[in-house]
Nanobody, 122 residues
Framework: QVQLAESGGGLVQAGGSLRLSCAAS????????MGWHRQAPGKQRELVAV????????STNYADSVKGRFTISRDKNTVYLQMNSLKYEDTGVYYC???????????????WGQGTQVTVSS
């Protein structure tokens, strides 16, 4: 199937930056989109950013709360999230997500990483 491995989380002061990485591996035929979600303590998981692969080169989408501060990018089967001007409220566990089709599978499926902790101190 498809495995996702995140890295790059950590502790940073407000106003600082972090870069998250997520590498997809396995018998992958095609990845349609990859993205990042986050879950803060006591809150539901929410979409942060997503990048798709399309005929025109793909597109990106961001949560309103991170627009202008976060940038999602992708290089083959690795997705990155550059986070600048971090705020206390960006604290949470960040999960990588991929909508992918493995070899010998007829369908696309959602895959999730284990998550990486991002803590922003005020």
């Amino acid at each position: 199937q498809v495995q996702l491995a995140e890295s790059g989380g950590g502790l940073v002061q407000a106003g600082g930056s972090l870069r998250l990485s997520c590498a997809a591996s396995g018998r992958i035929f095609r990845i349609d989109r990859m993205g990042w979600h986050r879950q803060a303590p006591g809150k539901q998981r929410e979409l942060v950013a997503v990048i798709t692969t399309g005929g025109t080169g793909g597109s990106t989408n961001y949560a309103d709360s991170v627009k202008g501060r976060f940038t999602i990018s992708r290089d083959k089967n690795t997705v990155y999230l550059q986070m600048n001007s971090l705020k206390y409220e960006d604290t949470g566990v960040y999960y990588c997500n991929a909508y992918a089709k493995p070899y010998l599978s007829r369908t696309y499926n959602e895959y999730w990483g284990q998550g990486t902790q991002v803590t922003v101190s005020s």
